[in-house]
Structure formats: structure tokens, C-alpha cells
């Protein structure tokens, strides 16, 4: 079993490309999040999901948008990147809101 | 609006010696919490995780202490060890949230 893999590892962007990152599980799990983490910020919740065809706004949703049509997939999606976006997302899974597994990250680089 | 506060910020121990780093929450509604643990270039694991129905869980060198009235809780770290050295993040979650609030985060850093 993969637990919960990540796609890309590493991307660099340019202002106003676009760009989707990809987190899939093969926990069967319901709950899916996405976070992203700066340097002294910790982790920020962007936006989750509590099934498939769900979604809902977290902390700092702007500028993200996610999709969960697939129960084992959640995707975010950067409509116009900008340099704020810098960051390390890490994308999440849990059966429940508690106990969450999380996948190996997407460091991404926004010039 | 910060709901949960983590401190220290940043910690050096010796080896051997104990770590102990705090959560301090605000929403009395929280009924999970828990402490994960994150190494340099991966995601946070679980490390450990309590229930409000007990003061103290302990799971081999790693305690959770947890004070409702207080709305604290704290990880203790006994015989510290370099491997041990990472960053540590408190993360309640429960009540109308299906989610976790995260703490900043505490740099533990175990000295040989």
C-alpha cells in the first residue's frame, strides 16, 4: 500500500501560470485536507474535503480551488500563481477529522 | 485569532535529559488532542494522542499530560534521544470543527 502519495514533488512556476497538485490515498479514508506550510507559520489549513464530492473552506482558501471527485483523490488547483504562493503543501487523510496521515509533500516555487 | 498557543518556540536538551512542550487552547469544545511529530522534508506524524477523559496517557518515552480546567495539555519527552530532534506540533481538534488547529510548532533539538 502507497498510504498517500503527492504529485508532483518539486515545481517551479512562473506569476500567473497555473497549476494542479494531485494527492490520492489508498486508505479509503473520508476526510482529506490540504495544508500548506511556510517557515514559522506552521501548518494552514487551505481547504478539506469530508467525502467525496465535498468540499469546504479552511483557513486561507483564497486564491486555491479543490476538487474531490473521486473518493481516493483531492486536487488543488492554483488558477493564477502568484510569489505568496511559495510554500510546502502537504495534503492529508483520515478516517475521521482526528487521527491524520499525511503525504510526503510538494514544495513549490512561485518566480 | 490564534486558538491554540505552543510553547516553547524552540528547545535544546542534552541527551538523556527531558523535553517537555506545552499547548495552551481556548475552545472548551475541543475532545481530541493530540501531538505529531515532523522531520526535516516529510509530513507531520502522529506521535501521540489523548482524550479528555484522562488526565495521562503514556506510550513508552513519549506522556501526554492534560489539564482540562487549565485547557492545557503537554508532551513530555524522557531520555531524550538525537533522534528525537524535530519539530513538534500540538493539534486539538473536536465539537462543531472537523478539523485540527495546529499549533506554530516547537524545534527540539537533542545534543549528543
Known sequence: NAGVTQTPKFRVLKTGQSMTLLCAQDMNHEYMYWYRQDPGMGLRLIHYSVGEGTTAKGEVPDGYNVSRLKKQNFLLGLESAAPSQTSVYFCATGPFYNEQFFGPGTRLTVL | ?112
Open chain 2, 1 to 112: 485569532q490564534q486558538q491554540v498557543k505552543q510553547s516553547p518556540q524552540s528547545l535544546i536538551v542534552q541527551k538523556g535529559g527531558i523535553s517537555i512542550i506545552n499547548c495552551a487552547y481556548e475552545n472548551t469544545a475541543f475532545d481530541y488532542f493530540p501531538w505529531y511529530q515532523q522531520f526535516p522534508g516529510k509530513g507531520p506524524a502522529l506521535l501521540i494522542a489523548i482524550r479528555p477523559d484522562v488526565s495521562e496517557k503514556k506510550e513508552g518515552r513519549f506522556t501526554i499530560s492534560f489539564n482540562k480546567s487549565a485547557k492545557q495539555f503537554s508532551l513530555h519527552i524522557m531520555d531524550s534521544q538525537p533522534g528525537d530532534s524535530a519539530t513538534y506540533f500540538c493539534a486539538p481538534g473536536g465539537g462543531n470543527n472537523r478539523k485540527l488547529i495546529w499549533g506554530l510548532g516547537t524545534s527540539l533539538g537533542v545534543n549528543p
